[in-house]
């Protein structure tokens, strides 16, 4: 079960106090537990506010809630300033929605329910404008194989890749949505290669042929391959595994000649662990408290194996395609680039740099993540793009000490909120 954080502006007036009461604004973040009846479950208040507006201005779910529900709903809010007094911190503390005399819990949760929606049908619009984007400038129906990522995006990246299918000349016109095979040389079929079950499963309904990764021929380089991502950076470094598929999408990443990321604005950031707050790592079960301890060591703020919430906790870990667990592990933030290091090239003796504050290199903390015993591999999708690495292999040049090559996007598409598409791309991008 996911837990997504919904922040929520309150203004609210006291309707029976001084005139010159001051309009307060709060800042209130709630957990939403996406049980079967997809409730709304807060914490007690200390107090009510008889009146507010309500303005949801950011959701952060993978999977919004279209049905929200107010179920004896009860907000714990945090201390905030006023609008005109923001030298000094105010308390206030609560709204209680469900038993307020003057705002009716059906009210409200139709209000949130309106609002959500809203913003999710944005946030969807959004992911859809990047995949189309990026399919109708890295995609081709003569490519032989391409890969298929996990996030959410990927089943726009899927519609889009059909469509394009259907468009090109020659394509087969059978009205079985089966027989939609995108072909080239005179019949060989494009094969898509997905990174776990759900991926696997979106290809097939789009009457699309998947392929295992293990059954690839030897030596092929996967034309493309598609993902999302939770977090990218200004260096298309990014955070990978929110879905528990990092491994096999790293996998896939690293035979493709070029990584392409779609996702929408909430994922573009300047530097990793900015909103996204901790890394994945896929780790062997009987290692997963070893490495709890390990990754405590390295200076992780309270790492937890990955678990469903509510009725399903008694099921235990959730599990990964390989049948690992995952450790979400928090680090301080934001994760430093090479430029914030200064480093230009292999210089992999500054590696190990850690600030005074204790905030990681990007580099040096995949690395020491991935060193520990029992990592399958950590969700740092980091080093050289596919394009890089081809460029140095034809030089003759060995890749960097213990990152893997081609992991890293050779470009981002980011779905804006106002209908455009924001783009992020490798130096190495320019050129093909």
């Known amino acids: 079960?996911?837990?997504?954080?919904?922040?929520?502006?309150?203004?609210?007036?006291?309707?029976?106090?001084?005139?010159?009461?001051?309009?307060?604004?709060?800042?209130?973040?709630?957990?939403?537990?996406?049980?079967?009846?997809?409730?709304?479950?807060?914490?007690?208040?200390?107090?009510?506010?008889?009146?507010?507006?309500?303005?949801?201005?950011?959701?952060?779910?993978?999977?919004?809630?279209?049905?929200?529900?107010?179920?004896?709903?009860?907000?714990?809010?945090?201390?905030?300033?006023?609008?005109?007094?923001?030298?000094?911190?105010?308390?206030?503390?609560?709204?209680?929605?469900?038993?307020?005399?003057?705002?009716?819990?059906?009210?409200?949760?139709?209000?949130?329910?309106?609002?959500?929606?809203?913003?999710?049908?944005?946030?969807?619009?959004?992911?859809?404008?990047?995949?189309?984007?990026?399919?109708?400038?890295?995609?081709?129906?003569?490519?032989?194989?391409?890969?298929?990522?996990?996030?959410?995006?990927?089943?726009?990246?899927?519609?889009?890749?059909?469509?394009s299918l259907e468009s090109f000349p020659g394509a087969p016109t059978s009205p079985n949505p089966l027989a939609h095979r995108g072909s080239i040389d005179g019949g060989a079929t494009i094969q898509f290669v997905p990174t776990g079950y759900q991926s696997r499963k979106v290809v097939i309904e789009a009457g699309l042929t998947p392929i295992a990764f293990d059954s690839l021929p030897a030596e092929t380089r996967l034309d493309v391959a598609f993902d999302g991502a939770d977090e990218v950076d200004d260096e298309l470094n990014c955070i990978k595994g929110g879905g528990a598929c990092l491994f096999q999408e790293k996998l896939v990443a690293t035979k493709a000649k070029k990584f392409v990321c779609v996702a929408d604005y909430r994922k573009n950031q300047s530097r990793l662990l900015t909103k996204w707050p901790s890394i994945p790592i896929e780790v062997v079960p009987i290692a997963a408290y070893f490495v709890l301890s390990e990754l405590k060591a390295l200076g992780s703020i309270d790492p937890q194996i990955r678990a469903p919430s509510g009725p399903l906790a008694k099921s235990g870990p959730d599990k990964t395609d390989q049948g690992n667990f995952i450790i979400d592990a928090p680090f301080p933030g934001p994760l430093l680039t090479a430029s914030d290091l200064g480093i230009t090239g292999g210089e992999s003796g500054r590696l190990e740099a850690r600030n005074k504050e204790g905030k990681w290199a990007l580099l040096a903390l995949a690395k020491a993540i991935k060193d520990i015993v029992g990592v399958l591999d950590v969700g740092l999708f980091v080093g050289e793009n596919g394009v890089e690495r081809d460029e140095r292999e034809a030089r003759g040049e060995q890749a960097m000490h213990g990152v893997v090559p081609g992991q890293k996007p050779l470009v981002c598409y980011f779905g804006a909120q106002d209908g455009s598409v924001d783009i992020k791309e490798a130096k190495s991008a320019k050129s093909n």
Not at 10 to 28: I, M, Q, V
Not at 54 to 73: D, P, W
Not at 90 to 96: G, H, I
Request: aromatic share 6%.
């Open 1 to 163: 079960m996911s837990t997504s954080v919904l922040c929520i502006i309150l203004s609210a007036r006291s309707e029976g106090s001084e005139a010159n009461t001051k309009p307060r604004a709060c800042r209130l973040i709630l957990r939403i537990f996406s049980t079967p009846g997809n409730h709304l479950q807060a914490a007690n208040p200390e107090y009510s506010i008889p009146a507010f507006r309500l303005n949801l201005f950011q959701i952060s779910k993978r999977q919004a809630l279209l049905r929200a529900q107010i179920h004896s709903a009860r907000f714990r809010s945090i201390p905030c300033r006023s609008a005109a007094e923001t030298h000094r911190p105010q308390q206030v503390s609560t709204l209680s929605c469900g038993y307020s005399p003057t705002i009716p819990s059906r009210r409200l949760a139709s209000q949130f329910q309106r609002q959500a929606s809203k913003m999710t049908d944005q946030i969807e619009a959004a992911k859809r404008r990047a995949a189309e984007r990026a399919v109708a400038e890295h995609f081709s129906p003569t490519f032989r194989y391409v890969g298929i990522g996990s996030g959410s995006t990927i089943k726009y990246v899927v519609d889009a890749i059909k469509a």
